[in-house]
Each structure stands twice: as structure tokens, then as C-alpha cells.
T-cell receptor, first 110, second 112 residues
Framework: QKEVEQDPGPLSVPEGAIVSLNCTYS??????FMWYRQYSRKGPELLMY????GNKEDGRFTAQVDKSSKYISLFIRDSQPSDSATYLC??????????FGRGTSLIVHP | DADVTQTPRNRITKTGKRIMLECSQT?????MYWYRQDPGLGLRLIYY???????NKGEISDGYSVSRQAQAKFSLSLESAIPNQTALYFC???????????FGDGTRLSIL
């Protein structure tokens, strides 16, 4: 079992939908949680970064962490075609190297 | 200008050639990383460095070497390229423990 599991998709939704992207993990020592967005032919871009359970909101994006269930989510409200990309979750404990999920491909169609 | 710059952006070369990919950063971060990304396999760590005098192997270091020339520069070399090293290569930096990584835009490498 990989330390971080992420459904590769693709996830296809209509414009304006609420999108839910998820990762599960097995190592309860993870302390910090990140979501990256990666467009085709570009590097991963940091979207959200949190270190506590609960929700963190930034514009149309909400990151949710449930440490008791070892589950993190990224919600995108009012999704736009420009949100079409691959979304990678990542998590880290202390000074260790971050562990990445394999990414979920999201397609938002007009 | 980008905070993490990778050169070249694209490279096509032949089996057996020596190749160097370069990464420079203006973020002032001590920690630098090299990853490769393959479809379906996600990001895999090749090498990482916590400062100029510190070099560490990642999970897939065979066939690769690195050089940390300065705090801001970290190069990845393929001594004798082979076709299964065809991939997208990313450099990343990180300030310190608990901070997120920041990535360059990658080098698309094709080995024929």
C-alpha cells in the first residue's frame, strides 16, 4: 500500500460545478498537507498549504484535513474551464521529504 | 522572472550521450531537489541537497548524478543516457522544515 493514495481520474465536470478532490494516507505522523495544481507542460504550482485539521479557504478553493480519518480534500467552487489541470496532494512530517500522490486529472467543460 | 528556473526546457538526444540539466533559484532556499515525472507514476525523487556540502540519493538515483555548485544552483547529469530515462524532470526548492516545495517548469527530455 502506498503511503498516499489519490484517484488518477480523469474527473470530468460541467462549468460551475463544485469539485471534490481527495487523498487518503496511511502515516499518522504526517503534519503538513499541500495541494498543487499542474497545467500541461508546466511545473506543479502550490495552491494550498495547511498543518492542522479543519478547513482552510482561499477564494474558490477550500482545503480540508481530517487527521483522525487520514483523509484530505480540496474543494473547488464555481469551477471554470481554466481549472482543468492535474491536482497533486502532498504531505510531509518534520524534515522528511514530502510524499506526493500521483495526481488527479480534472476536466471542466464549458 | 521565475523563482526556480530550469534549462533547457526541452531536449532531444541519443542513447549514450551525456546530458546536464540545470536549475537555478532566486528564492534563497537551502534545500533543492530533483524529481522525474512519468505518466501514471507521479513524481519520483532522484536526488536532494540540504546545503552546498550535502547531497543525498532519492528513490531512483541509479544512472544519475548531481552537483550543487552554489546555494542557488543544482545540476542533474545523465552520464550515459538511455531511452527509459525519457521523462519530465523537475527541480524544486524548499526553505526549511515544514515549508512547502516550489517547483520549476521542468525539462522535457527525450532519449532516442
Amino acid at each position: 500500500q502506498k503511503e498516499v493514495e489519490q484517484d488518477p481520474g480523469p474527473l470530468s465536470v460541467p462549468e460551475g460545478a463544485i469539485v471534490s478532490l481527495n487523498c487518503t494516507y496511511s502515516n499518522s505522523a504526517f503534519q503538513y498537507f499541500m495541494w498543487y495544481r499542474q497545467y500541461s507542460r508546466k511545473g506543479p504550482e502550490l495552491l494550498m498549504y495547511t498543518y492542522s485539521s479543519g478547513n482552510k479557504e482561499d477564494g474558490r478553493f477550500t482545503a480540508q484535513v481530517d487527521k483522525s480519518s487520514k483523509y484530505i480534500s480540496l474543494f473547488i467552487r464555481d469551477s471554470q474551464p481554466s481549472d482543468s489541470a492535474t491536482y497533486l496532494c502532498a504531505m510531509v512530517r518534520g524534515s522528511y521529504i514530502p510524499t506526493f500522490g500521483r495526481g488527479t486529472s480534472l476536466i471542466v467543460h464549458p | 522572472d521565475a523563482d526556480v528556473t530550469q534549462t533547457p526546457r526541452n531536449r532531444i538526444t541519443k542513447t549514450g550521450k551525456r546530458i546536464m540539466l540545470e536549475c537555478s533559484q532566486t528564492k534563497g532556499h537551502d534545500r533543492m531537489y530533483w524529481y522525474r515525472q512519468d505518466p501514471g507514476l507521479g513524481l519520483r525523487l532522484i536526488y536532494y541537497s540540504f546545503d552546498v556540502k550535502d547531497i543525498n540519493k532519492g528513490e531512483i538515483s541509479d544512472g544519475y548524478s548531481v552537483s550543487r555548485q552554489a546555494q542557488a544552483k543544482f545540476s542533474l547529469s545523465l552520464e550515459s543516457a538511455i531511452p527509459n530515462q525519457t521523462a519530465l524532470y523537475f527541480c524544486a526548492t524548499r526553505a526549511s522544515t515544514g515549508q512547502p516545495q516550489h517547483f520549476g517548469d521542468g525539462t522535457r527530455l527525450s532519449i532516442l
